[in-house]
Every structure is written in C-alpha cells, then in structure tokens.
C-alpha cells in the first residue's frame, strides 16, 4: 500500500529525515515511536504533503502511485489521512458544515452524486457512537474551544467518516487521560479492516497497549534505528531512548 | 511558505465583477454640472410640489456652505461636482400600465441581474421597485400591499401622491444639514422608495429595492423613506450594481427610517456596486447616510449590511433610540479585497430608559484593502439602564491589506452597561491546511472559513439573500488567501 525509501526531509535548508525506509502492507498496523525532535511529525507531515516540509531525495509510491506528486487534497481524497497533533480551530464553520464539505468533496472526486441529507445524518449518528464524541459537539465550530480530549476524539470521529485507506495517527494519545484513550484506541480498533492500515506515531507505549500493532519502528535522529514486532514497545518503555544511541552510531 | 501564500493570494485577488455590463438604452440625461438651474429642472421634470423644490433648494445652499468631511480614514481623490450629470433616466412612455410596456432592453438587464421583473417569476414573497440611473422602473406587488394599506412605491410618486406623509417625514431623521453628501443629497436626489405601513399591519412580503447604475458620468442619487406607524412591522432590502467603467462614480444616498410604538424595521443591504478594477482603477464612491430613529417605545430598527462593492465606502448606518425599552441593532459583514477602502460601522444614540443595542461587525481585508470599523455608543444623561454589546472583528487575508478600528463610547449616565469585544486575526495556513488533509481544496476551505466568520451577520438577513450574498462574499474574496 505505501512504500517509502530512502524519503530525505529538509525544512528551511535543515536535514530532519535522513533516508526513511518503509512498507505498509494492507491490513497492517505500524507504530513508529521515538523521542522528542527525532522526527515523527515531520514524517507524517511530509507524507499528507504540507509545503513546509521539503523532499530533497528519495520517494514513496502509494497504491502504486507517486504519491509526492499529488496534491494534499488528492492525497486526502485517495484515503490518506491525517489525525493531527493539533487539531486546527475553525470559528464559525461547524463540524456538520464541515464534514458535509469534505464527504461531498471526496464524492465529487470518484465521480458520485453529493450524499443526501438523510444518508449523511445516518452516517453522522453511527460514527458519534463509535467514538463516544457527544452528540452537542457536532453542532459546534470545529475544535473551537475543544478540551484536549475532545479534539483528538473529534480527529477520530473525522476518521471514521471519511474511512481512510491509510490513516497515520500523530500523537493522538498526548493530553488524553486514560478513559479518553480507551476511547480513542476503541475507535480506532473498530475502524480496522483488511483493506485499510494505520500509523500510529507516538511517544509512550501506553496507547500500544490498546492498540497492538503489528509493527513497531524506532524514528531516531532522522532514521529508523530499529524496526520489531510488539515486544520492541515494551523495551523502549523499560529502557527509554537512550540506549539507542549506542545502537546508532 | 509566503511564498505559497503570496502564489494563493495573487490567484484569489482575481475574482472577476459579474454585473460589469452596460444596457444600451435610449437616456434621458440633462447636462453636467450643478447649479440652482439644475435643481428647479429636476424637480420640473418630476413635476413636484412647490415645497419640495423649496427643500431641495434650501438643501443645495446649505451644501454650498459646507465642506467635504476629511476625518474618515479614506484617501478620496478630489472629486469635481460640475463634472458630474445629476440626473439620467432611461426613456420610455410614461405612466406604464402592463409590464408589456417596458422597455424589453430594459427587462432583459434585470434579467441579466437575476431580478425578473413579471410578477409571477418573482421569488415568493418579495416586492421590488426598481431604479435605474435616477428614476423608478417599476414596482411590483403594489395591489396586493395597497390592499393592507401599505404604500410601497418610488419616492417620485410618494411625492406627487402623498405630499403629506412625505413633508411630514422627508427630512425628520437625516435634516438636509446633517452632512455634507446628505445635503448633497438632500438637493438632487432623483428616486428612491417610499415605504409606509399603516398601524398595526404585519408586512407579509418582504420590500426590495434594486438600484443599478447604467448611464456613464452620472451620478446616482436615491432616497428611501421607510415609515412603520404604531404596531407595524416590515423588512426591507435593497441590492445594487452597476457597470465596469473607468472612470469613478458617485452614489450619495439617504436612507431614513421612521419607527413608531411597537414598531420594528428591519433593513437589509447587499451593496455590490462596482468595486473597481484590480488595479484600483474605476468604481463607485459610495457615500451613504443611513439613520433611523426608534420614536416610539418599545420600537425596534435592525440594520444589515453586506458590503463588498464600491472603490470606496463611507457609511454608517445608525439608530436613535428616542423610545423607552427600544432596540438598535447593527450587523456588518464589509470586505475590501484590490484597492478598495471602506470606512464604515454605525451610531447608537441612546435617549429612552431600558434602550438597548447590539453592534456586530465584521471586517474582510484582502489585497491592498483598507477597511476600518468607526462606531460611537452614547448615552445621554436621562438614560438609565442602557445595554450596549459591541463585537467588532477584523479578518485579513495576505500582508498588503489593512484593518482599523475607531470605537467611540460617550456615557453621560452611570447605571449604563456596555461592552466591547474585538479581534483581529488572520485566515491561517494551518487552517486552510487542515481542510486540505480532509478533501477540501483551497477555494472552497477559504469559502467555508469566511463563511463561517460571517455566519453571525448573514444568519440576520432573509433566507434567499444570505444564500446570493454567501456567494457574493466568495467571489469577491476568490483568490486571495494568506
């Protein structure tokens, strides 16, 4: 489904990927973890396309496309999608209008007709339960005056509308409480199918006790240090990140 | 990433006028310049009473005495009054019966506009009298209101049917000394609407205004008069376009409102006059005085404006709250996107105990745009218990373009509670990124951003004129994020 090698990173002139090699297959889930400033977000940054974020070398092709060529829209509307780490605030605009725009914008690109009201109520229903987003949030201005907990469930919710084919989750575990957490990661093991796959970037091996990945990457200073199964989250935990250093160098 | 901004706001500050055209129509124009000739001419050919030519006279020395007003935050070229025709009408037979009778050039403009002018094509429920250059085309629906007793019709003929009403009223709100561009107004003012409910009738339609420029050198002077006696209730809208020409125009109109005990006014505006082009070459000059006064108690006057046209504007629609337990209210959405300037927000005068009032503005700024909110609260001594809540909000787009802000409180009484919200922000790339990563693209994110920004203002206007002005917005905005 997505396969990166050696994907070179730079922002303003500042090398922060340094060749990243790395397959997902259907059906997959893969955790990349790492400390602080090793380059998590700027990975998943530089796969949805934002600008900031130059490629110098390497390439990744997604569902056998190059996928640095798309656009960001295009990309979201091939089933790339992007749980952010802060989530953005949009006055006025409200998650209904909101999602309403984006489901008919991913319509309109394959070619069918804009959902009918009574199908998007439906849909907004089934997914509000999923996610145990309350029901008077979806009537407000996206993430306006959210709790931290409340923006990243929103985040999911907004993945399960739209059903990503590949969906990279960044840091969606920071500033949850563990109730919130358990929620989260029950939307997204709900959300899980043989056809789609997930990233989950994060920092602390808590939400890989709900969410087991099948993969788990060590992103260190720019390269992928160490890649294992489950177990690899459970050392990081006990042993923290500096014993890599060693390994790296 | 300026760079992707200034790429996105060059491509946005490109959004084409759609009303640009010019009607090749037969005009009835006297020549340019202004004197008292001038006057007693315009007041022969709408064959007035002797009081009204006094008034305009009266109003034309006045003006004489007077100087243009400088303390708008406004760079306004010197405009040369004698250069100007102060009256153009479009011929055709006078006193028409049938709509068969209008000029078919003149129908397919309104067409062209989106303002069929047969009845029956009409969006349910809306009246409209139509003005074009100085005179009224034609007003639908009158039978039907006559029946209720409402008198909906052009000024013109407010005056030669209903001297009364219109000596009673004409004048009482906005004196023909009140400012400059009033007493302008006052002298040569062509057409306009005149409104009047009777007490206690509900208007069940709501009244529409269509003004449009056409003729070239001229300038559009119009006067609305919206009386609403005793337990009466009525919603007015005027729109207004014009042509794509190079050279500047001047629109000075007045707008008063009368509103009696229990009474409420609501008055709505799409202002989309040319705005000129994107090298801030051509465009109306909008001058505008707009005032009503809430007269008896308990009375209610809501102003709402969407302005996204016009070189300049200069425009302060406002509320005299002489009643007891009244209400002003103020809702504004201005964008100025090129070159275009705005210098525009409202008046509360608070008279009556228990008055209340609510300002709401909204300010658009894109490319070299220069938009600024003036607003003044007062509070006279006798007043007690008055509430003000004033939200001003400023939005720019891109780092060429400028907002400002000049609130005015006076409160002479201390049981008076007003309060002052404002903000300033920017249509952000992170925002505009996050609705990219959900499908949407950049156009349609920066539509839905300012739609939200302005849903507060646009919620306040009827249903089928927050649709057009929603689009209004979008493609005057098309192309510039930042």
Not at chain 2, 102 to 110: A, H, R, Y
Not at chain 2, 189 to 201: E, T
Request: proline fraction near 3%.
């Amino acid at each position: 489904m997505l396969i990166i090698k050696d994907l070179h990173v730079s922002i303003d002139g500042k090398e922060i990927l340094k060749g990243i090699n790395l397959t997902v297959k259907a059906g997959e889930v893969h955790a990349v973890m790492g400390p602080n400033g090793s380059g998590k977000s700027t990975l998943a940054a530089a796969l949805v396309g934002r600008e900031l974020f130059e490629i110098t070398s390497g390439s990744v092709t997604y569902q056998g496309e190059n996928l640095l060529e798309m656009s960001t829209e295009d990309r979201a509307r091939k089933g790339l999608f992007l749980g952010f780490q802060y989530p953005v605030e949009i006055p006025g605009v409200s998650i209904v209008n909101f999602m309403k725009t984006a489901i008919n914008e991913h319509r309109k690109f394959k070619g069918m007709d804009p959902i009918s009201a009574s199908d998007f109520l439906k849909l907004m229903r089934d997914k509000k339960d999923l996610v145990g987003l309350h029901t008077s949030l979806a009537n407000r201005s996206v993430n306006e005056g959210f709790s931290g907990g409340e923006k990243k469930k929103n985040e999911i919710f907004q993945m399960a509308i739209l059903e990503p084919t590949l969906a990279i989750l960044d840091e969606t575990d920071s500033g949850l409480d563990i109730d919130a957490m358990k929620t989260v990661a029950g939307g997204v093991n709900k959300l899980r199918r043989k056809d789609n796959a997930t990233i989950i970037i994060t920092h602390y091996q808590r939400l890989l006790d709900y969410i087991i990945p099948d993969f788990v990457h060590v992103l260190y200073k720019g390269r992928i240090v160490k890649s294992s199964g489950k177990e690899l989250a459970l050392e990081l935990e006990e042993k923290g990140y500096d014993w890599l250093n060693q390994e790296s160098e | 990433m300026e760079d992707t901004q200034d790429k996105i706001l060059s491509e946005v500050t490109k959004g084409d006028y759609k009303y640009g055209f010019v009607t090749d129509i037969e005009t009835d124009t006297i020549p340019k310049g202004l004197n008292e000739d001038v006057i007693r001419l315009i007041s022969a050919k709408k064959e007035e009473p002797a009081f009204m030519l006094e008034f305009r006279l009266k109003s034309y020395r006045h003006w004489l005495t007077m100087k243009m007003p400088k303390w708008a935050h406004l760079f306004i070229p010197d405009i040369s009054y004698q250069d100007i025709i102060y009256y153009a009408a479009p011929k055709q037979q006078a006193g028409l019966k049938s709509l068969d009778e209008v000029d078919p050039e003149l129908l397919s403009t309104f067409n062209k506009l989106g303002i069929p002018l047969e009845e029956q094509k009409l969006l349910s429920g809306v009246a409209v009298d139509v003005v074009m250059d100085s005179i009224s085309v034609k007003t639908t629906f009158k039978e039907t209101l006559a029946e209720l007793g409402i008198i909906f019709c052009s000024m013109s003929e407010a005056i030669r049917e209903y001297p009364d009403l219109v000596k009673k009223y004409l004048g009482s709100v906005v004196p023909y000394t009140d400012n400059y561009f009033a007493s302008l107004n006052s002298a040569v003012f062509s057409d306009g609407s005149f409104c009047y409910i009777p007490k206690g009738v509900r208007c069940p339609m709501e009244l529409s205004t269509y003004f449009r420029i056409n003729a070239a050198n001229t300038g559009q002077f119009e006067r609305t008069l919206v009386v609403a006696e005793d337990d009466s209730y009525v919603s007015y809208l005027e729109g207004c376009t014009a042509p794509m020409r190079d050279e500047n125009q001047l629109h000075a109109a007045v707008v008063e409102i009368v509103a009696l005990e229990n009474a409420e006014v609501k008055y709505s505006t799409v202002q989309n006059w040319y705005p000129g082009d994107k090298n801030g070459k051509g465009g109306i000059y909008n001058f505008v005085t707009k005032r009503g006064i809430c007269k008896g108690d308990n009375s209610k006057i809501s102003w709402t404006q969407v302005e996204t046209g016009s070189a300049i504007t200069w425009k302060y629609p406002s509320c005299i709250l002489r009643g007891n337990n009244t209400t002003g209210e103020f809702y504004s959405v201005a964008v100025t996107n090129n070159y275009q300037q705005a210098d525009t927000g409202t008046k509360m005068i608070h008279i009556g105990k228990n008055s209340r009032s609510t300002i709401i503005s909204k300010g658009i700024s894109a490319g070299h745009g220069q938009n600024s909110f003036r607003s003044l609260v007062k509070v006279i001594k006798s007043a007690d218990r008055v509430r003000n809540f004033t939200q001003c909000d400023s939005l720019l787009m891109g780092d060429k373009c400028g907002a400002h802000t000049f609130p005015y409180i006076e409160v002479e009484n201390e049981s008076a509670v007003i309060e002052h919200e404002a903000t300033t922000s920017k249509i952000g790339e992170d925002q505009i990124f996050y609705c990219n990563q959900r499908g949407i693209d950049t156009e349609n994110a920066i539509g839905l951003i300012i739609n939200g920004y302005t849903r507060e203002v646009l919620n306040k206007l009827p249903m089928e004129f927050a649709v057009e002005a929603q689009k209004l917005l979008q493609i005057s905005l098309e192309g510039s994020v930042g």
